[in-house]
């Protein structure tokens, strides 16, 4: 069996401890909102998930882009990787925004430019997932999956920018939103530290859950190669 | 609703939506651990099982 490198275990630890005390942060550090009260809590981690998802698949891209000039299929294993990360904390970004819509908005989901366009972009790369499972071929799969990854990331720019260039009710927390935006609070520093602190952290999940991630597609490449060699 | 919660006195109860993401939270991301775990040992067994055929089979 492959030993765990030692990087990696101080990278688990590491992120472990981040977590803690971003969680700490999040409950006992950062004050309660005056309006929206408790709920506004979801905003950090929230925006942190969101941030994996986008940053996943802008991974996903390169290691496509890589995998289409070299046709090394580490690259597709690390594509894989990413996107699969990003599936999962995307999803926690979507349903944690509903979560808190109800309150707020009065309505668990709208379809507003900000929350459709990541629907769309978590539908893309759930899609991603199916159209390699349809692929036997491992080279084949690979070249597709790279494609498909680098297309499917004109979504990320698309999702990012939605609350920025339409009417939306999204609120925009950095930067000027929409008058229209419901929801929208001023960040006091111990937001803002908790809100930093918490892309921090979940930047270190990514990086830890990646490198777990890459190494076991390189086991499931590995099976997949004896598999094959088995069959001839 | 917003409105409601600007003329009210005090923050909003909203607590038990706050639990409810962070059990979302958490609940997907240990979901997404074990998953992680499991396929590693399987991956494993079947690694062994392959490399016992190909033995086998040289």
């Known amino acids: 069996m492959e030993s765990k490198p030692r990087l990696l275990t101080i990278l688990d630890i590491a992120t472990v401890v981040l977590l803690l005390i971003a969680t700490y942060m999040v409950f006992f550090y950062a004050p309660q909102e005056a309006v929206m009260g408790d709920v506004q809590r979801v905003f950090y981690f929230h925006v942190a998930a969101g941030w994996v998802g986008m940053l996943s698949f802008m991974g996903a891209a390169i290691a496509g882009i890589v995998y289409l000039i ?43 430019p900000r929350l459709t366009t990541a629907t769309v972009m978590l539908l893309i790369y759930l899609a991603y997932l199916m159209l390699r499972q349809g692929i036997e071929d491992p080279d084949r799969r690979a070249r597709f999956g790279a494609v498909y990854a680098i297309i499917g990331s004109l979504s990320v720019p698309l999702t990012y920018f939605s609350a920025r260039i339409f009417r939306t009710i999204h609120p925009i927390v950095i930067g000027s939103g929409d008058p229209n935006a419901s929801g929208s609070f001023d960040m006091t520093p111990l937001m803002t530290r908790t809100f930093m602190f918490s892309l921090l952290t979940f930047t270190f999940i990514f990086f830890d859950l990646f490198w777990h991630r890459i190494r076991l597609g390189r086991k499931a490449d590995q099976v997949e190669q004896l598999r094959l060699k088995t069959m001839e | 609703m917003l409105f409601s919660l600007l003329l009210q006195e005090g923050p909003a109860n909203t607590t038990n939506y706050m639990i409810a993401g962070y059990a979302v939270i958490f609940g997907v991301m240990l979901i997404y651990l074990i998953s992680l775990l499991v396929r590693q040992r399987n991956l494993q067994k079947d690694l062994e099982v392959m490399e016992e055929i190909q033995g086998d089979q040289e």
């Open chain 1, 70 to 112: 070299k046709k090394d299929r580490k690259w597709d294993i690390v594509g894989l990787a990413a996107v699969e990360i990003g599936i999962v904390f995307l999803f926690i970004n979507v349903v944690t925004g509903s979560i808190w819509a109800r309150p707020i908005w009065n309505t668990w989901w709208t379809w507003d």
